[in-house]
Structures are given as structure tokens and as C-alpha cells.
């Protein structure tokens, strides 16, 4: 299988955050990185928007929170625990419903065990996530009260949307973007592109173009810009950011497969030199077209996106070095402690490195494969569908610890079992590989795609030292949550049999009567027999303390 390359390209990138991250990648892919960062992300004059809005969710007052970014809500976070309580804080957003747009700020929910109930699909734009906050709640918007996290600059469109839709419509702004304090490496940048000194162009966010094309404004060579930018290969992270480049006049040549970093070089690669060759010998047409005039819409323009099951495609650490890929997923799981937590941050690396609509990760725990995470939502099957071993697919590989890869019809596959509440069950392909540790299984991942997808014998052998690598904290993780669930048992008896002793001594019962009268207590209060105990106990020490 050839192995993508730039073949010595020029690329520039305009990242600031991943700066080092995305100069290693084009280096991997043979390419001559120039990282210019367009952008920097600055706090706002005044945090009192937050500040306000923090008050009052406290205060009940709010019934949807929409976060847009990961970056946002760890800044709403740092500025909210400067005057409330930081767990008061996280108490009342998980008791709200919170839909988010895309991975990234579910990934950083999750790190503060909050679950978000409505999560948008790729590409990700405002579009997908409206779609998905309209097919969740529908006509019931109209009652709530909704709060939005803004990233940026506010987004217009998707407020005029939700405030149609909605009772009360709450703009949370927590951060803004800024050009570099320093603007001479981008005036630099864009002599380069007019010089011809640059054959690629990678524009992650929109806020790159616009940037980009201020500085050249202020240059008084914003349409000298767009013009040898339609000599160059262009590519467009995704949907909003091609948006913002056709306002510019600049249509780009590809989208990726999907909108993530890894996978937008990787492709680049691929195909940058073909591309660039036939533009520049005038076999294609110009990218290139009049920007649309003040108050005006630019014209709709069809970008080519890549197919989802590219020839080389290898995924986010295709290319990089064995160190950096044991770095990468040890570190995901080493941050974490609970089981849950810890097959979260596995599920977000995997379908990071390779493309996938659905992944799940079973557990063993005795004859019974238990679904424990999931890329998709769902809250309700989370801990409650098991397989047992030997049963469908999923059995089948725990019990004969062999991958199994289905590039077509795997529903038709005789070891396949559907389950009704599985949606993903009708997906065209699928990959499941064992987890293994000591020798012995101890859970399935099964990755899952809606059209035909042929894995090639990389991606196999790569889930497959996955399930060899993560096996041992899978393990650990489920065996500390098991003995965290008995020492919570024997602190319940421990604290049940004291409470019994009080009613006991105090009412004159036996034990049995003192018992059947905590478990009135507990169904009538919708209380467990722990805290009904734990406050019978309070009301004994209390007594003894003013005795």
C-alpha cells in the first residue's frame, strides 16, 4: 500500500494551538512545513456575561445549555469558580439538559463526569447541531430556557434559529479571538503565497481566512491573495470554514473525510501533488472568483470532500513514529481512574485513528460481554445490553480471540444477533477485535461503519494492539470499580446494622420489625436503606451531643 506523501511541497498551516503538532505531521507525510499561527484566543474585557449566567443556572433558571467548544467550557469553568463553588457548579449543569457540538467539548464533559444528552454529527457545524437539538426535543423547545456558549464571535444564524424556536435565548460569550500580537510572520506569510513560495494551504478554522485576508487588506493586496491562492492547493477543514473562504472568493479544492486534523494531512498528502500539477498547467478551473460585496452573499460552491474510505488512509497517527503512538494512547489512559472514564478516553482515541460512525467497547465480567462505552449516545443501553460469549460477533471473537472484519452486509453474517435497541445493529460494516491481558479476554471493541468499508490489514492489526495495550487498565479499572462497589456494600451493612440496633434499643423492636420499618422509610422517601440508616445514625449522635 503506497504511503501518503507530500513529495517536498511547501505547506503552510495557519494552527496556533497544535502548532508543533500539525509541523510534525507534515514532516511525517514529506512535506516542507511552514506553521504560521493566524490567531490567538484572549479573555474577554469583562467575565461578567458568565458570571451572571452561572448565577443563574444556580438558580434554576435555565433548562438547555449548548456548548460549542471544548476550550469553552473549561474557560466557563475557570471563571465560574472564582466566586461560586466549583462542584455547586457542576451540580446544576447535570441537572440540565446540555447538547454540544461535536467531540471536543463532549470529551471535556466527560472529564468532569458530565454526560451531554444531545451530540452532534460530523462535520459538526451549527447546522448538524440545530438538526440535532430540533430531532431531540422538537416542539417542546418552545417551553425551554437556553443558554448558549459562544466561542469567538457570536454566530448569528444559529441564534436567529434557536430564539425562533425557543422561550428565552441566553448568548454566554467566554472567550474572544485576537490576531497575533506579532503580525509580521503573517504579512511574511502572505508575500510567500503571492511569491508562489508555497504550493499547499491547510485552513483549519474560519477564523484562519479571515485573518489571513485582513492582514493582506491592510497590506492593500487582499485580491492579489486570492488570485495566486487559486495557484495553490487549498484545503478546507470543513464545511464552515469552505463558508468562509467562498465569501473570500476562494473555493477550496478538498474537504477531509472528516473534520480532524489527522486526517486532513494524511489526505492532503495524498493528493496535493496531482492537484497541484494539473491547476498549475491549467486543467483545472480557477478556484478562484469575485468575493461577494458588502451585504452580499457569495454564490454556493460545490468543494469536493474526500471519500470516506480513502486507499491510504491510516488515520490521526499514520506515519508517526511506534514512541509517539504508545505516548499517545498510554497517556489517555493513565490520566484517568474509573472504568468508565478510562473506555470513555479509549473510544475517543480509536475513532480518532480510524474512521468509524460507531464504536463500542464490552467488558467481560463472568460469561456476559457488558456494554460499557460507546462514541454514540446511549445513555439508556450503557451498562444495561450484554452478549453472552460465544453470541453474534462480538461473542464470537471473545470466545475464538480472533478479529473478525465485515466490509458489506454484516447482518448477513451467520454469527451475527441484532438487538432492537441498537441502532448501529443496521450499519453495512463492522471490525471487532479481543482486549486481551495475561493471556485471557477481558472485553470486545467493535467498530461499526454505515456503508460498505473494506478494513485494510493496517487498520486490523492496529485495533488489534489496541486491544493488547489497553487490556491491563481495562482490567484494572474494572476490578477496582468492583471493589469500590463492595467496600460501598459493606459500609451500607455496616451502617444498616447500627441503624437497626438504634430503632432497636429505642422502639423496642426486634430486629427483623426494625428492618421492614427502614425499608417503609426508604420506598415511601425514595431513599436507599444507606441514607435512611446514615440518618437515623445523625439523629443519634446529635442526641448524644446535647445529652
Not at 465569501?247 to 474537504?255: A, I, R
Request: proline fraction near 4%; aromatic fraction near 6%.
Amino acid at each position: 500500500m503506497a504511503h501518503a506523501s507530500f513529495n517536498g511541497l511547501r505547506v503552510l498551516a495557519l494552527e496556533s494551538r497544535r502548532a508543533k503538532e500539525v509541523e510534525k505531521l507534515i514532516l511525517t507525510y514529506g512535506g516542507e512545513p511552514i506553521v504560521v499561527p493566524a490567531m490567538r484566543e484572549v479573555g474577554l474585557e469583562s467575565n461578567q456575561h458568565v458570571l451572571d449566567f452561572a448565577a443563574h443556572l444556580l438558580e434554576g433558571r435555565f433548562d438547555l445549555l449548548i456548548f460549542m467548544t471544548g476550550v469553552g467550557v473549561r474557560a466557563m469553568l475557570e471563571i465560574v469558580q472564582t466566586r461560586y463553588d466549583r462542584e455547586d457548579f457542576l451540580a446544576a449543569l447535570r441537572k440540565i439538559k446540555i447538547a454540544v457540538r461535536g467531540a471536543k467539548p463532549n470529551s471535556a464533559l466527560r472529564e468532569l463526569k458530565i454526560n451531554a444528552d444531545v451530540v452532534s454529527e460530523e462535520p459538526s457545524t451549527w447546522h448538524e447541531l440545530l438538526q440535532a437539538i430540533d430531532a431531540a426535543y422538537g416542539d417542546a423547545l418552545g417551553d425551554m430556557r437556553v443558554a448558549v456558549q459562544e466561542y469567538g464571535a457570536s454566530n448569528p444564524e444559529l441564534l436567529a434559529e434557536l430564539s425562533s424556536r425557543t422561550r428565552e435565548l441566553t448568548k454566554v460569550p467566554v472567550y474572544q479571538w485576537a490576531l497575533p500580537e506579532d503580525l509580521q510572520p503573517l504579512r511574511e506569510c502572505v508575500l510567500g503565497i503571492l511569491s508562489g513560495s508555497v504550493d499547499v494551504v491547510l485552513f483549519m478554522t474560519a477564523v484562519q481566512a479571515i485573518h489571513l485576508f485582513r492582514v493582506a487588506e491592510q497590506m492593500g493586496v487582499r485580491n492579489e491573495l486570492r488570485e495566486a491562492l487559486g495557484k495553490a492547493v487549498v484545503v478546507s477543514i470543513g464545511p464552515t470554514t469552505s463558508e468562509e473562504l467562498t465569501h473570500y472568493g476562494l473555493e477550496p479544492d478538498f474537504e477531509p473525510s472528516r473534520p480532524k486534523m489527522g486526517f486532513m494531512v494524511n489526505e492532503a498528502a495524498q493528493y496535493s501533488s496531482g492537484l497541484l500539477v494539473k491547476k498549475r498547467n491549467g486543467e483545472m478551473e480557477a478556484v478562484a472568483s469575485q468575493p461577494a460585496t458588502e451585504g452580499e452573499t457569495a454564490p454556493a460552491k460545490r468543494v469536493r470532500r474526500v471519500a470516506v474510505s480513502t486507499p491510504t488512509m491510516a488515520g490521526f497517527r499514520d506515519g508517526l513514529a511506534e514512541m509517539d503512538f504508545l505516548h499517545e494512547i498510554s497517556s489517555r489512559i493513565a490520566a484517568a481512574d474509573s472504568l468508565h472514564l478510562v473506555l470513555d478516553r479509549i473510544v475517543d482515541f480509536i475513532s480518532g485513528v480510524i474512521p468509524c460512525d460507531s464504536c463500542f467497547i464490552y467488558v467481560l465480567e463472568g460469561e456476559q460481554l457488558m456494554l460499557r462505552a460507546s462514541k454514540n449516545p446511549h445513555a439508556e443501553l450503557i451498562d444495561h445490553i450484554g452478549v453472552q460469549v460465544g453470541q453474534g460477533v462480538t461473542g464470537w471473537v471473545a470466545k475464538h480471540r480472533q478479529p473478525v472484519a465485515i466490509a458489506s452486509a454484516a447482518s448477513n453474517d451467520p454469527r451475527f444477533k441484532a438487538f432492537k435497541n441498537i441502532p448501529e445493529d443496521h450499519f453495512e460494516a463492522m471490525l471487532c477485535t479481543p482486549i486481551l491481558c495475561a493471556g485471557r479476554v477481558v472485553g470486545v471493541i467493535n467498530l461499526q461503519h454505515r456503508m460498505t468499508y473494506r478494513h485494510t490489514t493496517e487498520q486490523v492489526r492496529l485495533l488489534s494492539t489496541l486491544g493488547f495495550l489497553v487490556g491491563a487498565e481495562i482490567e484494572r479499572a474494572r476490578l477496582e470499580s468492583e471493589n469500590m462497589q463492595l467496600t460501598g456494600r459493606l459500609e451500607t451493612r455496616k451502617a444498616v446494622d447500627r441503624a437497626k440496633s438504634v430503632l432497636q434499643r429505642d422502639l423496642s423492636l426486634n430486629e427483623e420489625e426494625a428492618y421492614q420499618m427502614m425499608q417503609r422509610e426508604s420506598r415511601q422517601r425514595r431513599k436507599s436503606m444507606r441514607e435512611i440508616a446514615e440518618a437515623i445514625l445523625l439523629a443519634e449522635d446529635f442526641r448524644r451531643s446535647t445529652g
